[in-house]
């Protein structure tokens, strides 16, 4: 029986119910193949309709063949120029499906009747294929006979693009499902990216009911990720180290935790902001200032934050000589470098902490007009930013 779609919705999912869709269609459920040949007749899939219908025949062949007759007789109205067009051939498939349904079933009965208002979440939910099964990406051998294909390089562009500055899951699906071919001859950056998308799974963010085309699975994303991080790819490095890190806490396996870090030292060796600055945070926690100040020294050539924290040493004198015109400068730096704006506090930071090395003469010459007028900006941009995000 086809799953009923309005205790999925109450349930603000989508996804699930399409999948439980696919799922009757693999399986040959005979009501879950009329509620996609629905949707795909209603969102002019003509190629998924005819797919359908001939799945349909196996378990009801008296409907498939009347439909089957109405198409050929929708067909035979079209000139062979317009059989070649994909739109007109859509209709045609719309119309013998239409006359099919409603020469077999009762108005109550009918698909065309049974979805009422959610039709428009359901076609969102098909069309963007939520539920659908993905393709499984295949682990390349250990030592592949053949050199990784090249990648071309509007593709590799495309993917770098997009692969980590999207929100956009239909992008995201895209992204990897292109990379699966390549990822599967070894090319390291499609297996990251094949990894990444494991890691975090592909999902909308922001619309209602949410739909989900790839779950997130740890353990499905490890190897992909180790594989591409031992060829090198900085960002691969950071999530393996995660995952084996996430994994020794549970298991306190020795083994776990000696392979996070060493991929966490190589990330970092490869520039990884992200193993940089854990490297930093461990070597401050146990104390180890001088070796916590050069990590914060490579961090802070790139972020604003670091740098913030770099003056703080150099003021203090920790894991380095004391310099107080160096702090004051990389201060001065991210304040005359950054903006007020929201969920990033770079600027007001800076901004107090300038005001402040003016008030004590610290790096700098004492000067008193500087701290007021610096003091009155931060309270200006602070109203503003309490304006913006009241809106």
Same mark, same amino acid.
């Not at 029986?1 to 919705?9: A, G, N, Q, R, S």
């Not at 003469?361 to 008193?368: P, S, T």
């Not at 003091?375 to 009241?390: A, T």
């Given at each position: 029986?086809?799953?009923?779609?309005?205790?999925?919705?109450k349930k603000n999912d989508l996804s699930g119910y399409m999948k439980a869709l696919w799922q009757g269609y693999a399986e040959g459920d005979k009501e879950s193949?009329?509620?996609?040949?629905?949707?795909?007749?209603?969102?002019?899939?003509?190629?998924?309709?005819?797919?359908?219908?001939?799945?349909?025949?196996?378990?009801?062949?008296?409907?498939?063949?009347?439909?089957?007759?109405?198409?050929?007789?929708?067909?035979?109205?079209?000139?062979?120029?317009?059989?070649?067009?994909?739109?007109?051939?859509?209709?045609?498939?719309?119309?013998?499906?239409?006359?099919?349904?409603?020469?077999?079933?009762?108005?109550?009965?009918?698909?065309?009747?049974?979805?009422?208002?959610?039709?428009?979440?359901?076609?969102?939910?098909?069309?963007?294929?939520?539920?659908?099964?993905?393709?499984?990406?295949?682990?390349?051998?250990?030592?592949?006979?053949?050199?990784?294909?090249?990648?071309?390089?509007?593709?590799?562009?495309?993917?770098?693009?997009?692969?980590?500055?999207?929100?956009?899951? *239909?992008? #995201?699906?895209?992204?990897? +499902?292109? %990379?699966?071919? !390549?990822?599967? $001859? &070894?090319?390291?950056?499609?297996?990251?990216?094949?990894?990444?998308?494991?890691?975090?799974?592909?999902?909308?963010?922001?619309?209602?009911?949410?739909?989900?085309?790839?779950?997130?699975?740890?353990?499905?994303?490890?190897?992909?990720?180790?594989?591409?991080?031992?060829?090198?790819?900085?960002?691969?490095?950071?999530?393996?180290?995660?995952?084996?890190?996430?994994?020794?806490?549970? *298991?306190? #396996?020795?083994?776990?935790? +000696?392979? %996070?870090?060493? !991929?966490?030292? $190589? &990330?970092?060796?490869?520039?990884?902001?992200?193993?940089?600055?854990?490297?930093?945070?461990?070597?401050?926690?146990?104390g180890e200032d001088r070796k916590a100040f050069e990590h914060l020294k490579k961090l802070a050539e790139t972020d604003r934050s670091a740098k913030l924290k770099?003056?703080?040493?150099?003021?203090?004198?920790?894991?380095?000589?004391?310099?107080?015109?160096?702090?004051?400068?990389?201060?001065?730096?991210?304040?005359?470098?950054?903006?007020?704006?929201?969920?990033?506090?770079?600027?007001?930071?800076?901004?107090?902490?300038?005001?402040?090395?003016?008030?004590?003469?610290?790096?700098?010459?004492?000067?008193?007009?500087?701290?007021?007028?610096?003091?009155?900006?931060?309270?200006?941009?602070?109203?503003?930013?309490?304006?913006?995000?009241?809106k």
């Open positions: 029986m086809t799953p009923v779609f309005e205790d999925y919705l193949l009329h509620a996609l040949l629905y949707l795909a007749v209603q969102t002019s899939n003509a190629e998924d309709a005819l797919d359908i219908a001939e799945k349909l025949l196996d378990v009801d062949q008296d409907y498939v063949i009347l439909f089957d007759k109405h198409l050929k007789e929708e067909m035979g109205k079209l000139s062979e120029e317009e059989q070649n067009d994909e739109t007109t051939v859509c209709n045609a498939v719309k119309m013998a499906y239409l006359t099919t349904d409603m020469a077999l079933r009762s108005k109550e009965e009918s698909y065309f009747y049974r979805f009422g208002e959610a039709q428009n979440t359901l076609f969102r939910g098909y069309i963007n294929d939520a539920g659908k099964p993905q393709p499984e990406a295949k682990l390349p051998t250990e030592d592949p006979q053949e050199e990784p294909v090249e990648v071309p390089e509007d593709t590799l562009d495309y993917w770098k693009s997009y692969l980590s500055r999207t929100d956009a899951a *239909t992008t #995201q699906n895209s992204i990897y +499902q292109s %990379a699966i071919p !390549y990822a599967e $001859k &070894g090319h390291p950056y499609a297996m990251y990216i094949v990894g990444f998308m494991l890691y975090y799974g592909i999902k909308t963010k922001y619309s209602s009911p949410s739909m989900v085309y790839l779950e997130p699975d740890n353990e499905k994303a490890l190897p992909w990720l180790q594989r591409a991080a031992d060829k090198d790819i900085p960002n691969a490095c950071w999530l393996t180290y995660y995952i084996y890190m996430m994994r020794f806490r549970k *298991t306190k #396996q020795a083994e776990d935790e +000696q392979l %996070a870090l060493s !991929y966490l030292d $190589k &990330g970092a060796a490869l520039g990884n902001s992200n193993c940089i600055e854990e490297l930093q945070k461990i070597a401050e926690e146990h770099l003056a703080k040493y150099y003021e203090q004198g920790k894991g380095c000589e004391k310099d107080l015109k160096k702090a004051f400068e990389l201060v001065e730096y991210v304040y005359n470098h950054s903006s007020a704006t929201p969920y990033n506090s770079d600027w007001e930071d800076s901004a107090e902490m300038l005001a402040d090395y003016y008030y004590e003469g610290i790096g700098c010459e004492k000067n008193v007009d500087k701290y007021f007028e610096i003091k009155q900006k931060l309270r200006e941009d602070n109203e503003y930013l309490d304006y913006i995000m009241s």
